[in-house]
Structures are given as structure tokens and as C-alpha cells.
């Protein structure tokens, strides 16, 4: 059975351990077939007004909404759950936590773009995708490809954001194609989604902006240690790095 290739995203109540799903989309790409499912969803949680204001998402879209799990899209995700096919997010831990706490483990192969696209464009200062979606120039095929799937693009917005995905989806396969042309560019892709990014550059951030990692490492190692045990939010990347520097 041919593989499926599931591009999602999730708007949620917020960035905090007791914040949900409000709005789950994806579009699902089997063969020549392409579904689209987004849906808004209920929960227990206020939406806290910072990420109203990135969103958009109000309470009163929300009135009257099933629960995540209740929702078409979330039941259709379960059953596309399987080893065979592809999950493909960008910024996925985020993502998965979210789905996580409506009970939903990955079984598909995943690929994460964000950490690819630092493997394969490692010189880019960001690596957002609103980011990418101005660099290639995404928003001038956006209409084109919205129309064709009736889909409405707006920032920040579940399915929005994933259309963009599946444009930036097609320049990330081709640049990894470039770089490892004797891989199978998808699999390469969940192969780099398993392998931490090591950050070199300097840090953008914090009373050591402009340091690199290797620099603090001797000049103020306990900065580091600090950064590891008690930032918020720190993601997987640095933490891998700010580790291998102090292994040394």
C-alpha cells in the first residue's frame, strides 16, 4: 500500500503546559489525491490573548465546537496513524505535545522541517517558515495553490500555514536532494528530523550575545549549565549543543 503524506499544523489556547488544541488542519497527500481537514475544537482552556493576537482565534469561534477528539479531522488522523505513512510538521515537538495530550501517539515516520531545514540551510539566520515562505518567494504560488484546494491563506493560521508548508515542503525535498543526491530525499529527511542540529554561530540572546557556544564554554561554562537547567522553552538543538561543549 502506497504511503500517505500527512502536512499538519495545530493553533492552540497557548505555549504552557495546560494549553490545547483550538484548531487542528492538515492536508493529506495520497498519489495524485489531495484531503483537506480543518477544523476548529473546543476545550476546557481560555485562549490567553498573546496568542490570540498571533491567531486570531476567538472564544466565540469556538462556541458550540466539539472537543479535539470529537472533531472529523482528529478521528481521520487516528486512522491515518500508521507506520507506512508520513507526519510532516514544522517545529514538530511542539506539535506532538500538543496532539499528545489528546491521546494521540505517532506511529508514521516523521519528518520535521524546522530541523531540516537547519541541516540544509544552515547559513539562514532563521529558519521560520513565514521566514521561508518570503525567501523563495512561496506567496506569489500561494493563490494558485489555495484556489486549487479551496483554502484560505492567513498567518499563523492551522491550515495556512500548511499550505505554505507544502510549497517550502517541495524546496526543502530539492535542496536535499542536492546536498545528498545518492539518498532517497524523503527518508533523508526523516533521518535528518532524528539528528540534533549543532549550533556554531553566535548566540542572538542573553548577556553573552555574540559569543558562540565553544567561546562560553571556557569563559563562563556556569552560563551554560544555568541555561540548560532552567531556561524556559529552551529547544532541543541548543540543548544538544550547549552539552557538547561542556563535554569538552
Known amino acids: 500500500m502506497a504511503s500517505k503524506y500527512i502536512i499538519l499544523d495545530t493553533e492552540t489556547t497557548g505555549t504552557l503546559d495546560e494549553d490545547r488544541i483550538i484548531q487542528l488542519g492538515y492536508i493529506v497527500l495520497d ?32 462556541e458550540g465546537k466539539p472537543s479535539c477528539t470529537q472533531t472529523n ?5 487516528e486512522v491515518l496513524n500508521e507506520s507506512s505513512n508520513y507526519m510532516i510538521i514544522h517545529n514538530a515537538p511542539f506539535d506532538i505535545g ?8 505517532l506511529n508514521m515516520k516523521l519528518i520535521d522541517t524546522l530541523r531540516v531545514s537547519k541541516h540544509v540551510f544552515a547559513d539562514e539566520d532563521y529558519h521560520r517558515l513565514q521566514y521561508f515562505r518570503y525567501k523563495f518567494e512561496l506567496y506569489k504560488k500561494e493563490e494558485a495553490e489555495a484556489s486549487k484546494l479551496n483554502i484560505v491563506v492567513k498567518a499563523h493560521d492551522a491550515i495556512g500555514d500548511v499550505l505554505v508548508l507544502k510549497l517550502f515542503l517541495s524546496v ?4 536535499v536532494s542536492e546536498l545528498y543526491p545518492q539518498d ?14 549543532f549550533y556554531s554561530k553566535p548566540l542572538r540572546f542573553g548577556k553573552h550575545k555574540g559569543k558562540t ?17 532552567k531556561m524556559d522553552g529552551l529547544d532541543e538543538d541548543m540543548r544538544y549543543s ?7
Not at 479531522?73 to 488522523?77: D, I, Q, R, S, V
Request: proline share 5%; aromatic share 8%.
Open 31 to 62: 498519489g495524485k489525491k489531495v484531503d483537506v481537514y480543518n477544523e476548529f475544537n473546543s476545550c476546557d482552556v481560555d485562549i490567553k490573548i498573546p496568542a490570540m493576537e498571533v491567531h486570531g482565534i476567538t472564544p466565540d469561534l469556538l
Open 242 to 248: 550547549i552539552n557538547k561543549v561542556l563535554e569538552f
Open 98 to 105: 500538543m496532539l499528545n495530550k489528546e491521546g494521540f501517539n
Open 213 to 229: 557556544l565553544q567561546e562560553l564554554a571556557s569563559e563562563d561554562s556556569g552560563y551554560l549549565r544555568w541555561m540548560v537547567d
Open 73 to 77: 479531522a482528529y478521528k481521520t488522523l
Open 172 to 175: 526543502l525535498r530539492e535542496k
Open 184 to 197: 532517497n530525499p524523503v527518508e533523508k529527511m526523516v533521518e535528518l528530523t532524528k539528528t540534533p542540529v
